[in-house]
């Protein structure tokens, strides 16, 4: 099915079949619901630490900042799509980035299979088009968007390169060697799960896309309680803990955070 829009509060497809929006704001095109690890809570947390201490502010501007630097900068707009796109924060930041930096008129859409994430993200950004919906078959036409964003999320290749413009760019970031070290060395006791690889990740994005840029972000954001506890709530890394190790993770008065990042800039080959 691929969607273009209609009007206001509708999408049609080329089959003329129309889709409405929600009263929250958002599409679902899932023929049937998902079940997933992935909780309204997680997704609220992930806010909390985006919104209110800027977790992952030096990702959205740099990010930003490589979009201007090698997409088409003689347009005066961009389509952005967040595939993967969580409850949202990422693409409203990064959007908003490129528009007060750079006077860009930027469309952005998020999609992600989590209806929660979804739904969270169309209470909090009412000025993007939020889709619940598979990464592996979505609903936009062919060459479709100047940026996709894949942001610590899984890809599908194939189906990035059809929607993507001819001379479009790919985005994907992925966690670097320390990324939340600090957690890691608690919840694990194997000195080789203490520190993260992403070697397999990057060969596949080089098998698909050929590498124009690439970025490592690094630095420590201190965090007090309760933020500690928006942290382990939203990482999936938490589900892996005991018990006793949240426990030891929660009673925690500050700590300071590694974030740890790679950004990967790629084209259509």
Not at 16 to 32: A, C, E, V
Not at 153 to 169: C, Q
Not at 223 to 228: R, V
Not at 250 to 257: G, M, P
């Amino acid at each position: 099915m691929r969607l273009f829009p209609f009007e206001s509060k509708s999408f049609v497809c080329s089959n003329n079949h129309t889709f409405d929006f929600s009263k929250q704001g958002y599409i679902n095109l899932m023929p049937r619901p998902v079940k997933s690890m992935y909780s309204r809570n997680l997704f609220q947390a992930r806010r909390k630490l985006i919104t209110e201490i800027g977790f992952f502010e030096p990702l959205s501007q740099a990010i930003a900042e490589m979009i201007y630097k090698h997409a088409a900068i003689e347009r005066e707009s961009l389509s952005l799509i967040d595939m993967g796109c969580g409850e949202g924060s990422h693409l409203s930041n990064i959007c908003e980035n490129m528009r007060s930096k750079y006077q860009k008129i930027v469309t952005g859409v998020g999609i992600d299979i989590s209806k929660e994430g979804i739904l969270e993200a169309s209470r909090s950004y009412a000025n993007k088009i939020w889709t619940v919906g598979d990464l592996a078959n979505t609903p936009f036409m062919n060459e479709q968007f100047d940026v996709i964003l894949n942001i610590l999320s899984p890809s599908n290749y194939n189906e990035f390169n059809r929607v993507l413009k001819a001379d479009g760019l790919f985005i994907k970031v992925v966690p670097q060697s320390s990324y939340l070290k600090e957690l890691r060395e608690i919840i694990y006791n194997q000195p080789e799960k203490q520190s993260y690889s992403n070697v397999d990740i990057v060969e596949r994005f080089n098998e698909n896309f050929q590498v124009m840029d690439s970025s490592r972000i690094c630095y420590t954001i201190p965090l007090g309680n309760t933020f500690i506890q928006s942290l382990v709530q939203m990482t999936p890394l938490a589900w892996e803990a005991t018990k006793e190790q949240v426990k030891l993770l929660l009673d925690e008065d500050s700590a300071q955070i590694t974030v740890d990042l790679e950004i990967l800039i790629g084209k259509k080959r």
